[in-house]
């Protein structure tokens, strides 16, 4: 186990009707103007949006919007919330939504104490050095962005898709009502739980220290989000589900499993970012496509690892029985596994291989993720 700093200053609220928490929370801080960002009008159609209003104006809370964010949110319109959130001097953003709000909302937050543009965080041109203060209601359980520092968002122009990683843009509060995910659909629960999946593979399988601590960590998430997942595609309103499945989407992503490891690389997103920037196809969904084409690559670098996995995971004894099975599965729960599937030819593999490269040389991996290598994963997809 390699040494480690773990320090993570969000706060959760968590359970029903925390949602009405919000007005208190932003008032203690001081804060008395917000911009606040959400995507569709589901929020007003379901009541989240009076009830969040709300809570606002008993504490005196005054707000400007941005609506419109979509999924796979884009720079154009970060662009616009920074406008807005300069115009008008918010002193916080407040994000009702899912992980493409609230990347948006931490991107904005970065963006609207900075003096040139945004984009120079994605790229590396600049780091973050403050950033506005961010809150969070969840209405979908996937990216883990409400307890982390990482935000993603595509440059619409350059058809790029890239992240940043900042302390500051840590949400001060995010609130976790599993209730307010009923709504999502069944296509989305799928494509979240497949992300979830994602975000606790990528370091369980390339770390060259693992230890079985943080692997039975990895593997209790894995079976929490499969079990909870058939569960919830049969029965939507059973609470404990959905409730367990929440709070297994945030642990994947906020530094616990990854403590005492070494370093690693985030491969499967890093191609499938360049999936959802030129098809915008969901990220979930790209990643179904990505990770059994991925791991049928890599599976010979690290064998033991690959071989516990489908032992632990799936009571099967070869890597590549495991593998075979996590496929499978992504399938039973209607997750597309090829790009076929996606509606995206092999004529387009070079051009993808192309875009991830550029990927690949920013996060200095390009050396063992050349384009032939990005291109032959791609082949197996």
Request: with cysteine.
């Amino acid at each position: 186990m390699v040494d480690f700093m773990y320090h993570n200053p969000t706060k959760i609220e968590f359970g029903k009707g925390k949602e009405k928490l919000i007005g208190s929370a932003i008032v203690e801080d001081n804060i008395t103007k917000v911009l606040l960002c959400y995507g569709s009008e589901r929020i007003k159609s379901d009541g989240l949006y009076e009830k969040v209003i709300t809570s606002l104006k008993e504490k005196g809370i005054t707000w400007v919007e941005l609506s419109g964010i979509i999924s796979n949110p884009i720079l154009s319109k970060v662009h616009e919330g920074i406008a807005i959130a300069k115009a008008e001097k918010v002193e916080a953003v407040l994000a009702i939504g899912g992980g493409s709000v609230l990347d948006s909302a931490k991107s904005i937050a970065a963006g609207a104490l900075y003096h040139s543009d945004v984009w120079d965080f994605f790229i590396g041109k600049s780091v973050i050095e403050k950033a506005l203060p961010v809150y969070a209601i969840m209405t979908l359980a996937a990216t883990g962005s409400e307890m982390n520092g990482f935000a993603v968002v595509t440059n619409d122009t350059l058809q790029q898709k890239y992240n940043i990683a900042s302390i500051h843009v840590y949400p001060r509060l995010s609130i976790l009502n599993p209730e307010l995910t009923k709504s999502v659909p069944k296509n989305y629960l799928a494509y979240s739980a497949v992300d979830i999946i994602a975000h606790v593979i990528e370091g369980y399988l390339t770390a060259s220290i693992q230890p079985h601590f943080q692997s039975r960590m990895v593997e209790g998430i894995i079976q929490t989000v499969m079990e909870t997942t058939e569960i919830l595609l049969q029965n939507p309103d059973d609470y404990n589900a959905r409730a367990e499945f929440t709070w297994a989407a945030t642990q994947a992503l906020n530094g616990s499993t990854t403590a005492g490891t070494n370093p690693t690389l985030f491969p499967n997103h890093m191609i499938e970012h360049s999936l959802s920037a030129l098809f915008n196809i969901a990220h979930g969904a790209g990643l179904a496509i990505v990770i059994p084409a991925w791991m049928t690559w890599y599976h010979t670098q690290n064998p033991a690892q690959f071989k516990r996995f489908a032992q632990k995971i799936f009571g099967e004894n070869s890597a590549e029985e495991g593998i075979v099975a996590l496929k499978s599965w992504f399938a039973k729960i209607g997750a597309p596994v090829s790009l076929k599937e996606a509606g995206i030819s092999t004529d387009s593999i070079p051009n993808i291989a192309a875009n991830v490269f550029l990927a690949a040389q920013r996060q200095g991996a390009s050396k063992v993720y050349t384009q032939e290598v990005i291109e032959t994963i791609l082949h197996n997809a």
